[in-house]
């Protein structure tokens, strides 16, 4: 196994599915891409992981970005006008980390809407959209990171997609770990994204590319999203170093997500026979794991600290919340090292 394949210095680093190194095969590529200006003519391996992305996500185009967040920001600004409602669940990544980009950047209004593990309530949803007086955008957010992981349901997405069409107003999905949804749910990730009028989408967690996130939809939304790229200063000339191994990622990096998946459930089932409020493995869908503290003598950051000690790195989220985000570097000898970890801690 190479360095790029193993985990970092002995550590066991569930902070984030973002720790991911490249692989040997994006490397590789990255050495051999060809390469042009993508802010001119146009950079070849950059094109090629647009039209990859868009055929997997079943949309007419995409967009290569260096973020999920500047992939969001751009949905926000081609969608919808300055001054009007954004409509979001109230735990969404758009509404929390991403807040800055929505209330300074793109000038929209939050509007949180009651949720129950990331599925908005529906009527909830339609009495603030009444409520209105500029109704801009509806977003979803699948897999959802404040919610564990966990995957809207289909009917739920046809539903919040019917609303939105209904009123003349665009729904856009923050699909960051779609791929994830997608293994989780057994169905390809263009029958998800169908669901909204346009999707982003990392390639740069569990799919292990360096760096990018992809934004797509219809061809004139990508055009106008392109131009706005610019504006906010998303163009990176020859960006086929960094494509290319997004190329690899979507080529050979899906399919081994059960795996990730599959980690997180043992986690989750390892600390509950530990503890059963730490965790619910019946809550476990993918790859993120949410720990519940707050019944144990120890605060997160606390907790935190504690398994650190043991060469166990998570994240704490609140007082009373962990959480631990499984990849491609946690093995089963990971997952053995965080469990004494935490029995350790617990005492």
Known sequence: MSAQDSSHDGIVDLRSDTVTLPTTAMLERMQHARLGDDGREGDPTVR?????GAALIGKEAALFVPSGTMGNLLAMLAHAERGTDVFADRGAHLLNSELGSVVTIAGLIPKPIQSRRGAMDETALEDAIRASGSPGLIAMETTHNGAG??????????????????????????????????????????????????VMVCLSKGLSAPV????????????????????VGGTMRQSGIVAAAGLVALETMIARLSEDHAAAKRLATSLSWLDPALADPDH???NILRV????TTRDAAAWADGVKQHGVLVQASGPSQLRLVTHRHIDDAAVD?????FAAVRG
């Open 48 to 52: 090629a992981v647009e039209a990859r």
């Open 149 to 198: 992981g966990a995957v809207l349901p289909l009917p739920h997405m046809i539903r919040i997609h019917a609303i939105g069409q209904a009123r003349g107003i665009p729904v856009h999905l923050d699909g960051a770990r779609l791929f994830n949804a997608s293994i989780a749910l057994g169905v390809p990730a263009a029958q998800i994204a169908g669901h909204a009028d346009s």
């Open 212 to 231: 990018g996130s992809l934004l797509c939809g219809s061809a004139a939304f990508v055009a106008r999203a392109r131009g706005l790229r610019k504006l």
């Open 284 to 286: 476990v869908q993918t």
């Open 292 to 295: 519940d503290v707050s019944a």
């Open 337 to 341: 090292r965080t469990i004494a970890a």
